[in-house]
């Protein structure tokens, strides 16, 4: 009775029996394993391998390292607890065993191949079976299914604590198909509602749980704060004398990660798809820049259209071999399972608890209590073991000791019996703690779904659905602009890199999440050429995309830290403030140098960028009607069914010479579509010249007073109107100047040649101290950019919004010569009429709290939407914001002016003041002056 009895045999279907209380599996070749629903202690034995069991501290069980280093544990049986570090035998499958039971009998042909049998390959196979692709689908997986890291998931399933509303459609999703998939596959996922509790036992982790919990019930989560006697009432060994309060959410719970997978793979295979276990996918074939097919390891081809690298923690080699940036990376992640506890109620609910690093649930009659500790350690970071299945590393006790004990007196019962497994295994996290879900730019139809962060069972459904929709239907219906994986460069796949950020990554997981947190470590990677400039004067510097971006810059007494962080005001308010106002009385320097920049050059340059632009880019005329001068133009790229996928400038430098320049986040992207719409026969040269050229912005009302001094350039109105670029001399240097503005304030951008950037620097320094010159943060952009109501793609414009909707229509050239990509579809929404979804300005009317993101709009008293990004107006005289808001009739000025507008912060509603137009400037004199 201690112990499950396996039988295998070659023609044993289905077969599902009980011996004292243990569940029978049967396993054979010829047929699927009926997993079981109460196997306490099983384990996959590969051939030959051998179980041990011995001491070690706590009642650990013996872990022995494999020889390839992978750090391999074979554990006791009985030591395993219940379902979650015991994998199968084998996962329902299809097979696709050939006659000789040589190996599986791979088709030749599919349309989608899906590599990766862990949870995500599964769940996106399942849809992609649902919506009809069945018959042309195929799952391919190097091992077993679940062998990678879905078998030791915690199995939590919960929705609520993301401020990310794709991530929280994804999450409810994802609950409501474990709960249904039963009924439609026979498999159960072994999801208990049992209900879910987050923790806040500090002022600053309320706040946060505050503000996600308004957020959260905007999106349909019933989450509910608590008394910490309530808490104890629901978890009755919990400790809560340091507990402020709880945030309820009743039918959240867990999950059986295993099952789970099961019924998912039991799905695709009901709707048509080929699951096969034991192929490894060694490369993805490409032809003319798209997938053509995959080869195995055993150098079978397998043709098809579209790949997805669903493959985990091997996501990032397997990408690597095509071009593809994914660099995820392994790192330790625990968790121990108490032995017996008879106080424990297996109903009670999961706790998170941030304070301490853990997450508390009941498991096999005991506890389990996992970890997301502060300092945490990368594992195999020169590559990931092919043969690593069913897996385990080595415990570092020396070094999560503290933090186990840390964790587990949060229920002190805990600490007084044995703990009957010590479980370490990897899990795969990304250098900004968010998934790699979408199209890769370089490859069409190469798809990655990977990098989960560890919440890969808990947005398992949802990432599979999204996917399947997104190949089925060619654009995605979420927002994906911070999953996307072309947001990624190539440094990021250094194994230094990678080692350093990942013991970060992990640790954030349930650090407060203060809205200015910056990232600490795989600093200092790239520098504008005026870094040091910057430093001498007291910057305090951020990572921008792996840049280093000045944020605010620090007087002389002032140390440039930005700690200690806060939901509040912090010490350098004050300086940002001055920047802020300097910007708008008198002249600022920023440096932008790590804005994206490309050259087009050639014949069919100005055809392909008025091809894909909404503007005009390519007009006969420059601006100024000077021959010599160019023209700079603010436009957006669409998809075909008009939808954002770009916001930059394209600047005619000279005929068949254009420079494009972008945000730093959508580099990868804004090249990947150039290229991707060069037809064979276009000439046309594209360069990444990003780095060739500082960016120095001069911006201001005495902007041109300071140029003008310095320059023998006429930079008058008549001479120099907004929108031209002309060449002019700085110093012993020529720039390239634009005059443009992302601040709403008279100014110029500079382009600078990278060897000349110091001496044009200094110049610009030397000429401003007569107008008052300040140097400028991101800061201070941030709050002069919200002022104005300047759209920000990826923050408060996404791929699911329309140009209309973003109030950018003005950008359109209906008339020019070929159109625009996805001008049909404007359109066709102009011709429809008034919108009843649109972007909206938000002003806080109290002077006092601040906003961030996603704080709930109410007209009315009726939640219509949330902010998406903000900052604080230092000139309108409180926090600002824009907000998409979504209503039953026209949202139009009369119905803006007839409601009664409320922000909610944090649970308290602020009266709030809302626009169409910008709050600031909005006639446009202050820019065109």
Known sequence: GEHTLLW???????????????????????????????????????????????????????????????????????????????????????????????????????????VGGGVIGASITYHLGKLGWGDCTVMLERDRVTSGTTWHAAGLMVTMGSMSETSTELRKYTKELYGSLEAETGQSTGFKPCGFIQLASDPDHLEEYRRIAVFNRKCGVDVHEISPAEVKELFPLCDVTDVLAGFYVEDDGRVNPVDATAALVKGARQHGCAVVEGVTVDEVLTDGGRVSGVRTSDGAVIKCEYVVNATGMWARQLAEKSGVVVPNQAAEHYYIVTDKMPEVDPNWPVIEDPARHAYIRPEGGGLMVGLFEPDAAAWSVDSIPHDFSFGEIEPDFERVGPFVTTAMSRVPKSLDVGIRNFFCGPESFTPDLSPVVGEAAAIRNYFVAAGMNSIGILTGGGIGRLMAEWIVN?????????????????????????????????????????????????????????????????????????????????????????????????????????????????????????????????????????????????????????????????????????????????????????????????????????????????????????????QLN??????????????????????????????????????????????????????????????????????????????????ALSSLRMEKGYRDYGHDMDNTDTLLEVGLGFTCDFEKSGGFLGRDAVMDQKAAGPLQKRLLQVLVKDPTPLLYHGETVLRDGVVVGDIRAASYGHTLGGAVGLTMIEAEEAITPKFIASGEWEVDIAGVRFPAQASLRPLYDPRNERIKC
């Open 8 to 114: 295998i045999g070659t023609d044993c279907t289905n077969m599902l029996g009980w011996w004292g209380g243990r569940t029978l599996c049967f396993a054979g070749r010829q047929g699927p394993l009926a997993l079981s629903q109460g196997c306490a202690r099983r384990r996959h034995v590969q051939h030959g391998q051998p179980l041990s069991g011995g001491g070690m501290p706590w009642g650990v069980p013996h872990a022995t390292t494999s020889q390839n280093g992978g750090g391999v544990g074979s554990v006791e049986p009985s030591r395993m607890p219940l379902l979650l570090t015991a994998p199968p035998v084998s996962i329902s499958v299809r097979s696709l065993s050939s006659e000789s039971g040589s190996g599986p009998n791979l088709p030749d042909a599919a349309r989608v191949v899906v």
């Open 698 to 779: 001069v911006q201001g009302p005495r902007s041109r007073e300071l140029l003008q001094s310095a320059t023998t350039a006429n930079m008058s109105d008549a001479a120099f109107p907004f929108r031209s670029v002309q060449e002019i001399d700085l110093g012993f240097c020529y720039v390239k100047c634009a005059r443009i503005t992302y601040l709403g304030e008279l100014g110029y951008e500079l382009y600078v040649p990278a060897e000349f950037a110091l001496h044009v620097y200094d110049v610009l320094r030397e000429a401003g101290a007569p107008y008052g010159l300040q140097s400028a943060g991101l800061k």
């Open 474 to 694: 060619g654009e995605p219906d979420m927002d994906v602009t911070g999953f996307n994986p072309n947001r990624f460069s190539q440094y990021q796949l250094t194994p230094a890199y990678r080692r350093e950020r990942v013991q970060e990554s992990l640790g954030l997981v349930y650090k407060c999440h203060y809205p200015h947190r910056d990232t600490e470590s795989a600093r200092g990677i790239m520098r504008s050429p005026v870094h040091a400039r910057l430093a001498d004067l007291g910057a305090c510097f951020r990572d921008v995309s792996g840049w280093e971006g000045a944020d605010w810059f620090a007087p002389a007494e002032v140390e440039p830290v930005a700690t200690p962080l806060s939901w509040g005001r912090h010490h350098w308010f004050p300086q940002w403030e001055a920047e802020h106002r300097a910007c708008r009385e008198a002249v600022v320097l920023m440096d932008m140098s790590f804005m994206s920049k490309f050259l087009v050059e050639g014949v069919d340059a100005g055809r392909l960028l008025n091809r894909l632009s909404t503007a005009n880019v390519d007009p006969d005329q420059p601006i100024s009607g000077d021959a010599s001068s160019g023209t700079i133009t603010y436009t957006q790229w669409l998809t075909h069914s008009g939808k954002m996928k770009s916001d930059l400038t394209v600047t005619k430098l000279a005929p068949n010479k254009f420079m494009v320049v972008a945000s730093d986040n959508t580099r990868g992207e804004v090249l990947g579509w150039m290229k991707r719409h060069c037809g064979d026969d276009d000439r046309v040269h594209i360069s990444d010249v990003t780095g060739a050229y500082a």
